[in-house]
C-alpha cells in the first residue's frame, strides 16, 4: 500500500490540510488500511493454525507426520505480511539515509561525496524494498 496521507485542521484555517501528525485520513486510505489488515489477520490465523498443528502433530504423531506438517508451515505463503514488513524495513531505511546526510554539511568537502553516494544507495535500497525487489 502507498502511503497514507493524514490530514488536521490548522488554527486558522478553515479547513483540513495534509499533516505528518494529522487525524484524519481519507476514506478510501482508510479502506486500504482495513483491507491490508484483514489480509494480515487472515495470514496470521494460518500461521497460528500452522503452529498449533505442529505442537499436535509434536504429542501424538510421528516423525514422518511431523516432517509434514513442518514441511507445510514453511511453504506458507504471506505476501501480505511481507509487504508489511519490507515498507516497514524501508522506512528505516529512509531514516538513515535522512540521518547520514544530516552530517554532511559539517564534513570535509571530499568526504561529502561519500556521504551522499551512501545515502542515495540507501535510498535506492529502500525504494526496492518497497517494490518487492531485495534490496
Do not use: H, W
Amino acid at each position: 500500500m502507498s502511503e497514507v496521507k493524514r490530514y488536521g485542521s490548522a488554527v486558522f484555517d478553515s479547513g483540513l490540510i495534509e499533516m505528518a501528525c494529522g487525524d484524519y485520513v481519507t476514506y478510501s486510505d482508510y479502506q486500504k488500511l482495513v483491507a491490508e489488515r484483514d489480509a494480515l489477520v487472515a495470514e496470521n490465523a494460518c500461521l497460528k493454525q500452522d503452529i498449533d498443528t505442529i505442537a499436535e502433530v509434536m504429542e501424538t504423531g510421528t516423525d514422518g507426520a511431523l516432517f509434514s506438517a513442518i514441511d507445510e508451515a514453511v511453504g506458507l505463503n504471506t505476501p501480505v505480511t511481507d509487504s508489511v514488513l519490507a515498507r516497514i524495513k524501508a522506512s528505516e531505511l529512509d531514516d538513515l539515509a535522512r540521518s547520514i546526510m544530516e552530517y554532511a554539511p559539517v564534513i570535509e568537502a571530499d568526504e561529502y561525496y561519500v556521504y551522499e553516494a551512501i545515502s542515495k544507495d540507501v535510498t535506492a535500497r529502500a525504494a526496492n524494498l518497497r517494490a518487492g525487489r531485495k534490496g
